[in-house]
Each structure stands twice: as C-alpha cells, then as structure tokens.
C-alpha cells in the first residue's frame, strides 16, 4: 500500500544550491498537487499537473519548476535555493480535480542554510 | 477575502464534550468540500468530505454543510485526547476547479 511516495524526507541545503524532491504515486491519479506549508501555516499550492505532460502554476511557484514525463512520477526542482524556501513539502494526488479528495505523501522538511 | 478560512484557534474542549470546527468559503459555486486531520509533524489525512447540503455522519464525526450561508463546520462528539490535532478545511481554489485550496486549519486540544 504505498499510496504517495516523497523522498528525500528531510534534507539541508545551501543558500544558491539545487534539488530536486521526487514524488510518485502508485494509484493511476491523473492529478498531482505540491504543496508547501511553513510552521503554523495552512497548505499553499506550489504546482500542479493534471496529467502527463501538463503542468500548471498554483499559488506561490517562484522559485520552483516541475516536469511531469510520467502519471506516476512528479518531482519538483529546486534552482537557486533560498532561506525563503525553508518548508515542509508536501506531494498529492487525486483521480480527479476539487471534486474529489487528495491522497498525500510524508512531506519532504528542508532547510536552506 | 480569503478563500476558504477557518479561526486557528486553539480550540480547548474537555474529554468527552462535543468539538465544533468551523469553515467558511467565498465560491459560492463550490460543490465538494473535505477536512483533513493533521497531526504536528506528520501529512494531512482525509477524514471527512461532503457534496450536498445537510449532514453527514462517519462514527464520531458529522460533516456539516450550508451553501446558503457558504459554510461547512466538523463536529466531533465524545472528543478524545487523540483527537488533538490541526483540522484543515479545504474547498474548490481559484484553479478552475482543478485543485483545493485549504483553510489555514483550527489547533483542537482535548483536555483529558
């Protein structure tokens, strides 16, 4: 039953270095959701796909990209990383859009230092 | 105003007693509204959603939904210490209608 699948899921950067957090799901969802929630916070809509080869920008995308080659994998990158990125990021997945509920992952929590 | 908005509380309730957790929303043209249950540290949970106005009941916990006054609330009767959590309340965003945007969540303590 492994559902929704985030790794790394913890990690330190530097400020101006890359990574990429991967996400995969095992359950065939065309829609698939990053989030990122800073401490007290609720969930802000990074990025999200709804199928292969599309992707779409949610709330706060600055600073992020995504690909999605695969339904199963969708992992967001990270270019110049800032402290501004410190977060829990979270990775969901849905069969289908705001009618239907979403599945998540672990959470990823990184630091940029 | 926000799309969907919840008070952050903390909601303090004794053991036993009946948590009441509230929601509002300003698309009136919602249809599906879910809450999710997070505890500190670990991914939000699906424990509620509902499509139509009225109740719905699932063991200890009753959806509640009016379209008319734009609001959903969750409550949770015999309240648990293990219950204390953040409940996040989430409904149809401005992605056309492709994700949810969720509440900023209301902290509940159960106090044994």
């Known amino acids: 039953n492994a559902g929704v699948t985030q790794t790394p899921k913890f990690r330190i950067l530097k400020i101006g270095q890359s990574m990429t957090l991967q996400c995969a799901q095992d359950?065939?969802?065309?829609?698939m959701y990053w989030y990122r929630q800073d401490p007290g916070m609720g969930l802000k809509l990074i990025y999200y796909?709804?199928?292969?080869?599309?992707?779409d920008k949610g709330e706060v995308p600055n600073g992020y990209n995504v690909s999605r080659s695969t339904t199963e994998d969708f992992p967001l990158r990270l270019e110049l990383a800032a402290p501004s990125q410190t977060s829990v990021y979270f990775c969901?997945?849905?069969?289908?859009?705001?009618?239907?509920?979403?599945?998540f992952g672990d959470g990823t929590r990184l630091s940029i230092l | 105003q926000k799309e969907v908005e919840q008070n952050s509380g903390p909601l303090s309730v004794p053991e036993g007693a009946i948590a009441s957790l509230n929601c509002t929303y300003s698309?009136?043209?919602?249809?599906?509204f879910f809450w999710y249950r997070q505890y500190s540290g670990k991914s939000p949970e699906l424990i509620m959603f509902?499509?139509?106005?009225g109740d719905k009941e699932d063991g200890r916990f009753t959806a509640q939904l009016n379209k008319a006054s734009q609001y959903v609330s969750l409550l949770i009767r015999d309240s648990q210490p293990s219950d204390s959590a953040t409940y996040l309340c989430?409904?149809?965003?401005?992605?056309?209608?492709?994700?949810?945007?969720f509440g900023s969540g209301t902290r509940l303590q159960v106090q044994p």
């Open positions: 969901a997945s849905s069969s289908g859009g705001s009618n239907q509920p979403q599945h």
């Open positions: 359950m065939n969802h065309n829609y």
């Open positions: 796909s709804v199928g292969a080869g599309i992707t």
């Open positions: 698309d009136r043209g919602s249809q599906s």
């Open positions: 509902i499509y139509s106005n």
């Open positions: 989430a409904a149809p965003g401005r992605t056309g209608r492709r994700a949810l945007t």
